[in-house]
């Protein structure tokens, strides 16, 4: 079970963090990713941690900006951003998989357990 927090409202050029701890499973064999999803839009891979390296991998849009950690003491997976812009207002959530494929990092579908998402909104 994953639960997101952190979401709000920020001005243009400020910071977020969002953090989503994990429940009822070994954290440590998964893969945990973010996406975000703006009205009318399909679901955006934002940021993902590889399970086997702790590796980072991000999306083109948020590369520089955002950076995803994760607290193995605390199952928790956190998102860090700055330098938000309007482009950023979206709800995102937190995804786990235990079995996901490399090359399948960046895709919604391959992701077994999502949380229940949480607003980000910027204002310009």
């Known amino acids: 079970q994953l639960q997101a927090s952190g979401g709000g409202l920020v001005e243009a050029g400020g910071s977020l963090r969002l953090s989503c701890a994990m429940s009822?499973?070994?954290?440590?064999?998964?893969?945990l990713a973010w996406f975000r999803q703006a009205p009318g839009k399909e679901r955006e891979f934002v940021a993902t941690t590889w399970r086997s390296t702790s590796n980072t991998y991000y999306g083109d849009s948020v590369k520089g900006r955002f950076t995803i950690s994760r607290d193995i003491t605390r199952s928790t997976v956190y998102l860090q951003m700055n330098s938000l812009n309007a482009d950023d207002t979206a709800v995102y959530y937190c995804?786990?998989?235990?079995?996901?494929?490399?090359?399948?990092?960046?895709?919604?579908?391959?992701?077994?357990?999502w949380g229940q998402g949480t607003l980000v909104t910027v204002s310009s």
């Open positions: 995804a786990a998989s235990s079995r996901i494929i490399f090359s399948s990092l960046g895709v919604p579908s391959s992701y077994e357990f």
């Open positions: 009822g499973s070994t954290f440590r064999g998964y893969s």
